[in-house]
């Protein structure tokens, strides 16, 4: 679980920024939280603001930090930082970033700062529930790395003699299989999802498990309007004409996973996914996927892809997302940037609304989004200390805080009134 992400000089933003999924003493929908501790952490988030805010910039900064654990840019390319330039004095300064997950039962803290040049210093921390050091890994300043953990492997202490400017000492330990630091590792590599506006159905056999079908055409009749069911079909390998990269990973799918693969170009008929998923005896069977329709006098006929509504393409695509979040057990965290893009307010009620309804105190998967549907805040599908706002303050940096800071917006207030007078910021100045 993310319990808390802050930066300080990244696109729009300049000053720092300190964004909690920590709960606050709000009374509403306690039953949803999940219990670390004393504490109490949040399942959801909801991001809000005027175009151009930074929304998208926050997720994205979240994003780097994934990228600059996961990926090694080479030694000679500039480290992709994305530095506030509206604001004197910071082009040229470090930017600075600060993430708090529970990984395995532990709570972990990574800081560092970096330029396209280097990382400049980084730590990573051991806290117990009350926030507090119980143990420092290691602490880094520009390529020299001091080892604090008490019992160090000999992976870690290797791992200082292969640190190099471009790359976060976190990255190099877990490469040469330093268990201390795999924990905090694997929780980017496995456990942190983002996904784009744009995000299409893709490679997903980590993500859901086998209700995809059902699970899909539960919301299709719910939210769908002419759209009947989804319909898989058997298709044998040779039909399909796999590439041989897309050959090799339909067959290692593992059993009670599925994997969607889309073939095809993006604006033509040909575009279809196939849908893997391996039997009870082993084999892997392929799938295709259709969408049913139903015509005037009542008979079925099957709509490409290519021809299908965006809104029910986006739900489509959000589904397995969705479903690994409710998978029992699981502990993921789901970011996605625009929600309710092309979908119904109440389509993306539901999907928030099905989530929580699997929350609680043992739960440790979250979705966090941005959003425009101000439906959410009229219907208080959310608890207040979910609502967040970023607001572009002014010409100088963007800046990030929940409802819940308000004192005068009391659980009973109208939020939707008080947010779209103004009185929270977070709209477009010409209203």
């Given at each position: 679980?993310?319990?808390?992400?802050?930066?300080?000089?990244?696109?729009?933003?300049?000053?720092?920024?300190?964004?909690?999924?920590?709960?606050?003493?709000?009374?509403?929908?306690?039953?949803?939280?999940?219990?670390?501790?004393?504490?109490?952490?949040?399942?959801?988030?909801?991001?809000?603001?005027?175009?151009?805010?930074?929304?998208?910039?926050?997720?994205?900064?979240?994003?780097?930090?994934?990228?600059?654990?996961?990926?090694?840019?080479?030694?000679?390319?500039?480290?992709?930082?994305?530095?506030?330039?509206?604001?004197?004095?910071?082009?040229?300064?470090?930017?600075?970033?600060?993430?708090?997950?529970?990984?395995?039962?532990?709570?972990?803290?990574?800081?560092?700062?970096?330029?396209?040049?280097?990382?400049?210093?980084?730590?990573?921390?051991?806290?117990?529930?009350?926030?507090?050091?119980?143990?420092?890994?290691?602490?880094?300043?520009?390529?020299?790395?001091?080892?604090?953990?008490?019992?160090?492997?000999?992976?870690?202490?290797?791992?200082?003699?292969?640190?190099?400017?471009?790359?976060?000492?976190?990255?190099?330990?877990?490469?040469?299989?330093?268990?201390?630091?795999?924990?905090?590792?694997?929780?980017?590599?496995?456990?942190?999802?983002?996904?784009?506006?744009?995000?299409?159905?893709?490679?997903?056999?980590?993500?859901?498990?086998?209700?995809?079908?059902?699970?899909?055409?539960?919301?299709?009749?719910?939210?769908?309007?002419?759209?009947?069911?989804?319909?898989?079909?058997?298709?044998?390998?040779?039909?399909?004409?796999?590439?041989?990269?897309?050959?090799?990973?339909?067959?290692?799918?593992?059993?009670?996973?599925?994997?969607?693969?889309?073939?095809?170009?993006?604006?033509?008929?040909?575009?279809?996914?196939?849908?893997?998923?391996?039997?009870?005896?082993?084999?892997?069977?392929?799938?295709?996927?259709?969408?049913?329709?139903?015509?005037?006098?009542?008979?079925?006929f099957d709509l490409p892809m290519?021809?299908?509504?965006?809104?029910?393409?986006?739900?489509?695509?959000?589904?397995?997302?969705?479903?690994?979040?409710?998978?029992?057990?699981?502990?993921?965290?789901?970011?996605?940037?625009?929600?309710?893009?092309?979908?119904?307010?109440?389509?993306?009620?539901?999907?928030?609304?099905?989530?929580?309804?699997?929350?609680?105190?043992?739960?440790?998967?979250?979705?966090?989004?941005?959003?425009?549907?101000?439906?959410?805040?009229?219907?208080?599908?959310?608890?207040?200390?979910?609502?967040?706002?970023?607001d572009k303050a002014c010409a100088?940096?963007?800046?990030?805080?929940?409802?819940?800071?308000?004192?005068?917006?009391?659980?009973?207030?109208?939020?939707?009134?008080?947010?779209?007078?103004?009185?929270?910021?977070?709209?477009?100045?010409?209203?």
């Amino acid at each position: 679980m993310l319990i808390s992400f802050s930066f300080e000089n990244w696109a729009c933003f300049g000053d720092s920024v300190n964004f909690t999924m920590m709960a606050t003493k709000v009374r509403g929908q306690r039953e949803t939280l999940a219990t670390w501790g004393r504490n109490k952490i949040l399942p959801v988030a909801a991001l809000y603001g005027e175009n151009a805010a930074g929304k998208s910039s926050f997720i994205k900064a979240l994003a780097f930090v994934q990228e600059l654990v996961l990926h090694d840019v080479g030694p000679s390319a500039p480290l992709p930082v994305n530095p506030c330039r509206s604001k004197p004095g910071k082009e040229g300064a470090p930017s600075y970033f600060s993430l708090t997950f529970l990984a395995k039962g532990k709570a972990y803290r990574l800081t560092f700062r970096v330029t396209m040049k280097e990382i400049v210093d980084e730590r990573l921390e051991i806290l117990n529930t009350r926030g507090q050091i119980t143990d420092t890994l290691y602490e880094r300043k520009g390529e020299t790395v001091t080892i604090k953990a008490k019992k160090a492997s000999e992976q870690l202490q290797l791992a200082t003699r292969a640190t190099v400017p471009q790359r976060l000492f976190l990255s190099v330990a877990a490469q040469l299989n330093a268990q201390e630091a795999m924990p905090a590792f694997l929780w980017f590599a496995e456990t942190l999802f983002l996904l784009k506006p744009g995000a299409r159905l893709t490679r997903l056999d980590a993500l859901c498990g086998g209700r995809f079908e059902q699970k899909t055409n539960d919301f299709l009749n719910r939210f769908a309007a002419g759209t009947k069911r989804l319909s898989l079909r058997d298709v044998s390998f040779e039909r399909l004409q796999l590439d041989e990269n897309s050959r090799r990973i339909a067959q290692n799918v593992r059993a009670n996973e599925t994997l969607i693969l889309r073939m095809g170009q993006e604006s033509s008929e040909a575009t279809e996914c196939v849908v893997f998923t391996r039997g009870e005896d082993g084999i892997v069977n392929a799938r295709r996927l259709f969408f049913v329709h139903e015509d005037e006098e009542g008979h079925d006929f099957d709509l490409p892809m290519s021809l299908e509504s965006d809104g029910t393409l986006r739900m489509v695509n959000l589904i397995p997302a969705l479903q690994m979040l409710e998978t029992e057990g699981e502990e993921r965290v789901l970011v996605v940037d625009e929600l309710d893009r092309s979908l119904h307010p109440h389509v993306c009620r539901g999907m928030i609304e099905d989530f929580l309804a699997t929350r609680g105190p043992s739960g440790r998967s979250q979705l966090i989004f941005s959003t425009h549907n101000t439906q959410l805040i009229a219907d208080k599908t959310i608890r207040k200390d979910e609502y967040w706002i970023v607001d572009k303050a002014c010409a100088l940096g963007s800046a990030v805080y929940s409802f819940s800071d308000f004192q005068g917006l009391r659980e009973q207030s109208d939020y939707l009134r008080a947010y779209t007078e103004g009185r929270m910021g977070g709209i477009p100045k010409g209203f």
